[in-house]
């Protein structure tokens, strides 16, 4: 059944707590699994990115995931956050295991980012771009993208 005029079915929008659900199992496996993915990211680009700050940025990060998870559950106007955090987090588990590969090693937040972020982001745009009109999924697209400039620049300050 479609929610208001969105098109978006019942069944997505249930599973959209699983955005900031993910989001802690990820940022665990970033932080306490091995090296933190701040000292990996040190010791193989330079890039210091400290403790307290990467720890600072993913809350406020889980913050805004939760909240714009929460919004999309409730709003046909915020539908479109759908397929943004759908890039964000497919995004991510993309760069991990590309990092990985590259350099050869484990990048923390690897196995998180391919079991659950890259599946479920891939779910989300898919969702988004057979339910949302072209405008609200460009904008969500457009969205991710520049959320996650904006999260890459902050931790590379």
């Not at 496996?29 to 040190?42: K, M």
């Not at 909240?67 to 759908?82: Q, T």
Request: aromatic content about 12%.
């Amino acid at each position: 059944m479609p929610t208001g005029n969105t098109g978006i079915s019942e069944r997505i929008l249930p599973r959209l707590w699983l955005f900031p659900l993910t989001y802690i199992v990820h940022f665990a496996e970033e932080y306490f699994c091995g090296e933190t993915f701040p000292v990996w990211l040190a010791k193989l680009r330079g890039i210091e990115l400290g403790l307290k700050d990467f720890i600072i940025l993913n809350a406020i990060a889980w913050l805004v995931m939760a909240l714009s998870s929460w919004a999309a559950s409730r709003w046909a106007a915020a539908k479109w956050a759908i397929p943004a955090l759908g890039f964000v987090v497919a995004f991510n588990g993309a760069l991990h295991a590309t990092g990985s590969v590259v350099t050869l090693s484990y990048s923390p937040g690897l196995i998180s980012g391919l079991l659950l972020w890259l599946p479920l982001g891939i779910h989300a745009v898919s969702r988004g771009w057979r339910s949302l009109s072209r405008r609200q999924f460009w904008t969500g697209i457009t969205a991710g993208v520049a959320a996650h400039a904006i999260v890459s620049l902050a931790a590379l300050k």
